[in-house]
């Protein structure tokens, strides 16, 4: 078992209160190569707490220190750089969405490795047998002779990453599956579980190009989920239910929604409606929305009217929120504004914010293969001692 690197019930991630060995990490995850005299300045650490840090990183793999150019003795504290190691460890995840299943492996860094897909099984149980039986396969062509700190096991809806567990995910039909104690007797790794969006959250708060300051990142694909960070730490929620938006109000929306309301957010906007709506539209030869997004990048006006449209449905509904919290930015991931970025004013007019408050998220094609190792990565840079009790996963 591997104790440490696992959230135990009522665990929060909270960056502002970081022990030392992490705030270090961090540190040089940021800041690109620093001198301990600036991860001194950096983290407020005294020089014997750093050093102590560094020691204990170097040990575990998780930092380095790269060789030095010029090795001639120079008088006084020497500036000797570190950067992390991404040449130990590396992460495991696994995407879970309506169509098909998504491997990934990636660096210290979050830097995609590799990543590979297959069609997603229909029943849990499937689904999670299938992730069993490929993953070592996964792992032996990619990572062989790297330490593998854990799979992280991602997808939409409200997840609940404390006790391991799929609360409720309408897209896919899931309810309170738990992912972690079915998958990790089975894979021999740490597992963690998280939501889309969190995941990407996290993943931006770490390797994100978006800088500091609160962001909310919201999801819209079959799945519309929106995860709130502040302060460097995310919003979890009661029952880590923060964040859910899918059943917010579009005005004027009259779509049926499986929770027995009508014009819910999710039923409204998802990749798989858009879809109906563009096969209906003619617009597109059947529902499906790889023939849509062809047909906006080619300029098609319908096809891009559709796109459009539904930029500004999601605006109607998430507006109230997003005004009561007033983010510094809006990360969005969404199919059509990854492909067209120039979409994404639709968007922030409707929302009637500063023309800067919305971007894309900084992982382009990326992005789920990104979300899928997020979750152990951000136990790596909350917890990097907890390796020392993990030990080496493979
Ligand atoms: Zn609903």
């Known amino acids: 078992m591997l104790p440490a690197l696992i959230a135990t019930p009522g665990r929060r991630p909270v960056p502002h209160r970081l022990d030392g060995a992490a705030a ?45 150019p010029d090795q001639r003795p120079r008088p006084g504290r020497p500036r000797i750089p570190l950067d992390i190691d991404t040449s130990h460890h590396v992460v495991a995840g696994v995407h879970i969405a309506v169509p098909r299943l998504t491997f990934s492996l990636t660096d210290l860094r979050g830097r ?33 002779g790297h330490s593998v700190l854990g799979l992280g096991v991602v997808t939409g809806g409200w997840v609940d990453p404390d006790a391991g567990v799929l609360v409720e995910n309408a897209a896919l039909g899931w309810r309170d599956i738990p992912l972690r104690r079915l998958l ?13 969006a969190r995941a990407l959250a996290h993943a931006e708060l770490l390797f994100g190009t978006i800088g500091g300051g609160d962001l909310v990142h ?28 899918a ?40 529902p499906d ?27 109607r509904a998430v507006r109230p929120v997003l ?11 969404e199919a059509a504004t990854l492909h067209l970025p120039h979409l994404l004013p639709e968007l922030s007019g409707e929302l009637g914010g500063a023309g800067d408050l919305v971007r894309t998220g900084s992982f382009g094609a990326d992005t789920l293969a990104v979300a899928a190792a997020a979750p152990v990565l951000a136990a790596v840079y909350q917890d990097p001692l907890g390796l020392r009790t993990a030990g080496s996963a493979r």
């Open 218 to 245: 919201l999801f819209v694909g079959n799945a519309v989920d929106a995860a709130i960070a502040t302060g460097g730490g995310l919003l979890q929620g009661r029952g880590h239910g923060a964040g859910g938006v």
């Open 24 to 68: 270090v990490l961090r540190a040089v995850l940021h800041r690109g190569s620093p001198a301990r005299t600036e991860i001194i300045r950096e983290t407020g650490l005294s020089a014997a707490a750093v050093s102590r840090h560094t020691a204990e990183l170097l040990a575990l793999g998780l930092v380095r220190q790269p060789p030095e």
């Open 289 to 315: 929305l790889r023939l849509l997004l062809r047909a906006a990048r080619e300029g098609d006006g319908r096809a891009m009217e559709l796109c459009r449209s539904r930029l500004r449905m999601v605006a």
């Open 112 to 144: 995609v490795i590799a990543r590979e897909r297959v069609p997603r099984l229909s029943r849990p149980s499937a689904v999670l047998h299938d992730v069993a039986a490929r993953l070592p396969g996964f792992l032996r062509r990619y990572a062989v």
């Open 184 to 196: 990790q007797p089975v894979v021999r790794l740490p597992v963690h579980v998280e939501s889309h």
């Open 323 to 333: 005004d009561m919290i007033s983010p510094d930015v809006l990360v969005l991931t």
């Open 247 to 286: 059943h917010l109000p579009v005005p004027g929306s009259t779509a049926p929604c499986p929770c027995g309301r009508t014009g819910c957010l999710q039923v409204t906007v998802a990749d798989g409606t858009l879809a109906q709506r563009a096969a209906a539209g003619g617009i597109t030869a059947r």
